[in-house]
């Protein structure tokens, strides 16, 4: 059983960028393939980017695309989301998420069975 471990989050000035990170310990990340998703005050927790298990294929959700960037190293067993651009729509608690069943990533959070702890990002204007 994987577990993730998360690190990253901080409070930004709307316009900066964080780098949130991922650490997968028990298991082998390569078998993987890797999400982040966020919930922001009061809401929903929502997908924000994924990636397949090789790297080789990424997808974002339409409110980060061309901002977000997901990237992962299976020999240090590290995902990664870079974020420029913050705003404070972005403020959340960010999730990262292994799925190791489906061929392709998913969007569903009921697709994902190991969790990272939730790292705090909070964009301020």
């Known amino acids: 059983q994987v577990q993730l471990v998360q690190s990253g989050g901080e409070l930004v000035q709307a316009g900066g960028s964080l780098r949130l990170s991922c650490v997968a310990s028990?298991?082998?990340?390569?078998?993987?393939?890797m999400g982040w998703f966020r919930q922001p005050p009061g809401k929903e927790r929502e997908f924000v980017a994924g990636i397949s298990r090789s790297g080789g294929v990424t997808r974002y959700d339409d409110s980060v695309e061309g901002r977000f960037t997901i990237s992962r190293d299976n020999a240090k067993n590290t995902v990664y989301l870079q974020m420029n651009s913050l705003k404070p729509g972005d403020t959340a608690v960010y999730y990262c998420a292994a799925d190791g069943i489906r061929s392709r990533t998913s969007i569903m959070t009921s697709d994902y069975d190991y969790w990272g702890q939730g790292t705090q990002v909070t964009v301020s204007s």
């Open positions: 028990g298991g082998i990340l390569s078998w993987y393939n």
